[in-house]
C-alpha cells in the first residue's frame, strides 16, 4: 500500500469528525427547534439535554467521545440532533486531555491515548493512556447512572480513537448490569491482544459502523474486531458505508439513531422540523 502523506495523514487524523461530516448533518442540528435543549458547556464537556424544569428527569445518558484532535465541540451538532429526536436522554460530550502524540512527531494536541504509527493492526500497540482514559470514562458513567438510574441505561459511543476508547471501556466493565450498549464509528479494539471481555459485558450489545474507503483505519481493523468480538459471544453487529472516507455521513447517523433508540428505555418520539428522516424506525441493522 502507498503510504500516504505526512500532511495528509495530519490533517485526516486531527480534524476528521470536526470537519469532514456532510453538511446536511451539520446544518440540520442547527434548526430553531435547539431552543428546546439545555447546553452546558463547563468543566471540558458539553451535556446536551432538553429543558427539564417542567419536572421532566431523564430516562438514559449517552457519552460520546470525539477522535484524536478533535474536541467535544467536534460532535456537538449531531448529539443536538440525536437528543432532538430522543427527548429523554442526555448526552455527554467530554474533550480528551492534550498530550504528545507520537504518530504526529511529538504534537501535543487532545487525545485519548498515543498512537505510534497506521502500521499493522495497532494490536500490540501500548496505547499510553488508555487505562487512565478509560478511568475517566467509568467516573462519567458512574456519575451519569446516578443520574438516569443505573448503568443498563448508559451508552457509549465513539469516533476513531474515541470508538475505540468505548470498546476498551465498556467491554472491560466487570459491573452488574452493563450498559446499554456500544457505538464505535470508524474505530477499532486497542491492545486486542492482551485482554478480554468480560463475562458480564458480552450481554451488551456492540454496533460497528465504518466506511469502506476509510484510508486511517483501514477497514479491515474494524473486520477483525468483529470477528474478535464475535468470538468471544459478544451480539456484534457492522455496518459497512461504500465511499465513506474516515468520516461519518447522513446513513450512518440516522443507524446509529436508530441503535442508540432500540438500546435505550427511551419513548418513541416523531423527529422534530428540521430532523432526521427516516430515522424513527426500528429493526435489526
Not at 501535543?108 to 499493522?120: C, E
Not at 418520539?269 to 430532523?275: I, R, S, T
Request: charged share 20%; hydrophobic share 45%.
Amino acid at each position: 500500500r502507498t503510504p500516504m502523506p505526512v500532511e495528509l495523514l495530519r490533517k485526516a487524523l486531527t480534524v476528521a469528525s470536526a470537519l469532514l461530516l456532510p453538511s446536511s448533518v451539520r446544518t440540520i442540528a442547527m434548526s430553531s427547534s435547539l431552543q428546546r435543549l439545555s447546553i452546558d458547556r463547563s468543566a471540558q464537556r458539553i451535556t446536551i439535554a432538553h429543558d427539564t424544569s417542567t419536572g421532566a428527569k431523564a430516562q438514559a445518558s449517552v457519552i460520546v467521545l470525539h477522535g484524536l484532535g478533535d474536541t467535544a465541540q467536534g460532535w456537538a451538532d449531531v448529539a443536538s440532533m440525536w437528543a432532538e429526536a430522543l427527548p429523554s436522554i442526555r448526552f455527554v460530550l467530554p474533550t480528551a486531555p492534550t498530550r504528545p502524540v507520537t504518530l504526529n512527531g511529538g504534537m501535543a494536541m487532545p487525545a485519548w491515548y498515543d498512537i505510534v504509527s497506521l502500521d499493522g493492526d495497532r494490536a500490540d500497540q501500548s496505547c499510553e493512556g488508555l487505562d487512565a482514559s478509560k478511568a475517566a470514562v467509568d467516573k462519567i458513567i458512574d456519575d451519569e447512572a446516578a443520574v438516569v438510574g443505573g448503568a443498563s441505561r448508559v451508552l457509549v459511543a465513539g469516533f476513531s480513537q474515541g470508538g475505540a476508547l468505548a470498546l476498551y471501556t465498556g467491554l472491560r466493565r466487570t459491573e452488574e448490569p452493563p450498559l446499554a450498549g456500544i457505538l464505535c464509528m470508524s474505530g477499532y479494539l486497542p491492545k486486542a491482544e492482551s485482554w478480554a471481555v468480560e463475562n458480564s459485558a458480552k450481554r451488551m450489545p456492540v454496533m460497528l459502523c465504518h466506511g469502506d474507503s476509510d484510508p486511517v483505519v483501514l477497514p479491515a481493523w474494524a473486520l477483525k474486531t468483529r470477528e474478535a468480538l464475535a468470538a468471544q459471544g459478544v451480539g456484534v453487529k457492522m455496518k459497512v458505508y461504500p465511499g465513506m472516507v474516515h468520516s461519518a455521513c447522513d446513513d450512518e447517523i440516522k443507524d446509529a439513531l436508530n441503535f442508540i433508540r432500540a438500546s435505550l428505555p427511551a419513548p418513541e418520539a416523531a423527529p422534530p422540523d428540521g430532523g432526521i428522516e427516516g430515522a424513527g424506525a426500528k429493526g435489526e441493522l
